[in-house]
T-cell receptor, first 113, second 114 residues
């Protein structure tokens, strides 16, 4: 049973436009959420995180929004750049930290020139 | 080294054989995790070490899988009597301490069981 769901296996966005990646979760005990980015043949790298006490966190071109009542979070990338093409994983944990992360299946983002 | 190092990067073995995968975490990181990523899936948690002890091994799929971290640094994931379904990328990650924070992943060890 998937506790973290990324329902779009892939997403294609034109360079310069906004990319929006979505993630839903079912475990109401999750209180810390992260996004990881993965290039082929490399390990996932941390991108941005958000605690459940917030509804928004911004870091440069990347913003994560959290809607606790809907158990939904999204990652916005604006403007999208060719180097953003990668697989993005949504992850969640209980207890406020990053230990014991539960990952979604990932969304492959393709930025088209 | 600067990052998490995993060896081998690729391992091909025959069904029934024994395999060891090694992880060298970032120096000074006390927490270490093993994850498994099968094709088309996200990473799945296997085991978590805090120092030398396994704080949570609830993700190990069965007793063919075992991991050690005898000196609180390097960890070895051991798989006995490998099966074709064990084929996956095995990811190791380290974390500075037990209070949470970012996980730093290695590049993974790709295991193929023929």
């Amino acid at each position: 049973d998937q506790q973290v769901k990324q329902n779009s296996p892939s997403l294609s966005v034109q360079e310069g436009r906004i990319s929006i990646l979505n993630c839903d979760y079912t475990n109401s005990m999750f209180d810390y959420f992260l996004w990881y980015k993965k290039y082929p043949a490399e390990g996932p790298t941390f991108l941005i995180s958000i605690s459940s006490i917030k509804d928004k966190n911004e870091d440069g071109r990347f913003t994560v929004f959290l809607n606790k009542s809907a158990k939904h979070l999204s990652l916005h990338i604006v403007p999208s750049q060719p180097g953003d093409s990668a697989v993005y994983f949504c992850a969640a944990s209980e207890g406020g930290g990053a230990d014991g992360l539960t990952f979604g299946k990932g969304t492959h983002l393709i930025i088209q020139p | 080294g600067a990052g998490v190092s995993q060896t081998p990067s690729n391992k091909v073995t025959e069904k029934g054989k024994y395999v060891e995968l090694r992880c060298d975490p970032i120096s000074g990181h006390t927490a270490l995790y093993w994850y498994r990523q099968s094709l088309g899936q996200g990473p799945e948690f296997l085991i978590y070490f805090q120092g030398t002890g396994a704080a949570d091994d609830s993700g190990l799929p069965n007793d063919r899988f075992f991991a050690v971290r005898p000196e609180g640094s390097v960890s070895t994931l051991k798989i006995q009597r490998t099966e074709r379904g064990d084929s996956a990328v095995y990811l190791c990650a380290s974390q500075e301490g037990p209070l949470g924070g970012e996980l730093f992943f290695g590049e993974g060890s790709r295991l193929t069981v023929l």
